[in-house]
């Protein structure tokens, strides 16, 4: 075969295995049939996330990960009191309650707004490139911290309120692992996220990374709330991986998410806001004519799926343009 063949069969094979890698043999815990994996595994996304599992080193190959890896974290475990101040400090002045209201931008965040309806809360210090003004005013120390630690992409403190859970997911995009801190948490195994069939409790000052692209969950069964650090730190991966990477980390810059009038927001972020009084026509509407509403949101998701797969068609075209001119 030609090496313009080859690429022409990997540009059309290489998608549909990586689906099926995702959804039958990645990692131990199994989707429950085609519409949880639709639903919650975000197929669109699993082509180029296959690309970042191939590129990444072999520190990175595993659901949990080994923080003797990542030395460059512990500073952040050594100053866990320092977090665990502001942090608290933030969530009494009700901060937390302000960026869940829909009278605010803060609102209207695209990849966590599902978690709101379980009590889940955040507060963001920094997302991809962007340090917010109200992370620099209420948690300046945590924000000094962070700046220290290049490999952190994107950090916020999350809140996990009693009786609260996140169901069985996994995240969409791979250009990052996930770091979590407790900071003022029940210490009980009642309160718990499970990763990949890994079950870890969460405990004050202690740290957990792991690869938030393997299905996951979790609940808080006690009566008290549970306050982390939550970082996305640099995916390690060898030269090529990095360089696909970094246009990869494009895409979340453009979900930037304000806490507080002041801050900044992404497109994403700013699109999402815009639309949101349709949305809420929807929603009317599904109360009197469900039949339209129906086929009005298919009709939009549809769109999005669209508008995403123009982004990863763009993105691997590019990658096998490349690869096609190395084998020529």
């Not at 949990?64 to 400090?89: F, G």
């Not at 924000?143 to 309120?161: C, H, K, Q, W, Y």
């Amino acid at each position: 075969m030609t090496p313009l063949s080859i690429a022409l069969v990997c540009f059309i094979l290489f998608p549909v295995a990586s689906l099926m890698y995702v959804y039958r043999f990645r990692g131990e815990q199994r989707f429950t049939g085609p519409v949880e994996y639709f639903r919650k595994g975000w197929p669109i996304f699993a082509p180029l996330n296959v690309l970042l599992y191939g590129f990444s080193s072999s520190k990175a190959k595993s659901p949990i990960l080994d923080l003797k890896s990542y030395p460059e974290l512990q500073v952040l475990e050594d100053n866990w009191e320092v977090l665990q101040h502001e942090a608290l400090e933030l969530y009494k002045n009700g901060y937390f309650d302000s960026t869940t209201d829909k009278n605010n931008q803060s609102y209207y965040d695209v990849g966590f707004r599902t978690f709101y309806k379980y009590g889940w809360s955040k507060f963001y210090c920094k997302w991809y490139g962007t340090v917010h003004n109200s992370a620099k005013e209420h948690c300046p120390k945590t924000v000094e911290l962070l700046e220290r630690i290049d490999s952190v992409n994107g950090a916020m403190f999350t809140l996990l309120p009693p009786g609260s859970k996140l169901t069985r997911h996994l995240d969409p995009i791979a250009c990052s692992l996930r770091y979590h801190l407790g900071l003022s948490t029940p210490n009980d195994d009642g309160c718990f996220i499970s990763i990949d069939g890994n079950v870890h409790s969460w405990r004050d000052g202690k740290p957990l990374l792991f690869d938030e692209t393997y299905l996951h969950y979790a609940r808080n069964d006690t009566d008290t709330p549970r306050l982390i650090l939550m970082c996305d730190v640099e995916r390690p991966m060898f030269f090529l991986g990095r360089g696909f990477n970094f246009l990869y980390k494009k895409i979340l810059s453009m979900m930037l998410v304000p806490n507080l009038a002041g801050d900044k927001a992404g497109l994403f972020s700013r699109v999402f806001h815009g639309v949101s009084p349709i949305l809420a026509k929807g929603k009317a509407l599904k109360k009197t004519n469900r039949s339209l509403y129906l086929v009005i949101k298919w009709a939009l998701n549809a769109l999005i799926i669209l508008a995403l797969l123009a982004v990863v068609v763009l993105v691997t075209t590019g990658l096998f343009a490349l690869v096609k001119n190395l084998l020529a």
